[in-house]
C-alpha cells in the first residue's frame, strides 16, 4: 500500500492548486481516503474526505466552499482542487487511506501561499 501526493508548490493568495494523490498496491475505490495537513508549529488537521461507500465527502470549516475533493476509481486517484487560497492554508498535504483498520500515509506536498 502506498501513497504519493503531489501538485504542492507557491501560489499568491487568491490563487490554485490542485494536489493529486496517487494510490498504488490496493484499489482505492473500495476505501475512504482523505486529505489532512500540517502548519508549521501546528497540529496536523483533516482537510477532506470522500466515503468508498457512497462517495460523501467531508471538508473542514476552514476550507469549504474553497476546496473540493475528487476521486478517480479507474486512474486510482484522489484529487483536491483548492481555490481562493489564503496563507493560513499554507502547510504540507498529506493523504491518507484507511486499509483494513490501519492508516497509510503519503509522503506530502508542500502548499505555500504567499504574496
Known amino acids: 500500500v502506498q501513497l504519493q501526493a503531489s501538485g504542492g508548490g507557491l501560489v499568491q493568495p487568491g490563487g490554485s492548486l490542485r494536489l493529486s494523490c496517487a494510490a498504488s498496491?490496493?484499489?482505492?475505490?473500495?476505501?475512504?481516503i482523505g486529505w489532512f495537513r500540517q502548519a508549521p508549529g501546528k497540529e496536523r488537521e483533516g482537510v477532506s474526505c470522500?466515503?468508498?461507500?457512497?462517495?460523501?465527502?467531508y471538508y473542514a470549516d476552514s476550507v469549504k466552499g474553497r476546496f473540493t475533493m475528487s476521486r478517480d476509481d479507474t486512474k486510482n486517484m484522489a484529487y483536491l482542487q483548492m481555490n481562493s487560497l489564503e496563507p493560513e492554508d499554507t502547510a504540507v498535504y498529506y493523504c491518507r487511506v484507511l486499509y483494513y483498520g490501519m492508516n497509510y500515509w503519503g509522503k506530502g506536498t508542500l502548499v505555500t501561499v504567499s504574496s
Open positions: 498496491g490496493f484499489n482505492l475505490g473500495y476505501f475512504t
Open positions: 470522500v466515503s468508498a461507500s457512497d462517495d460523501s465527502t
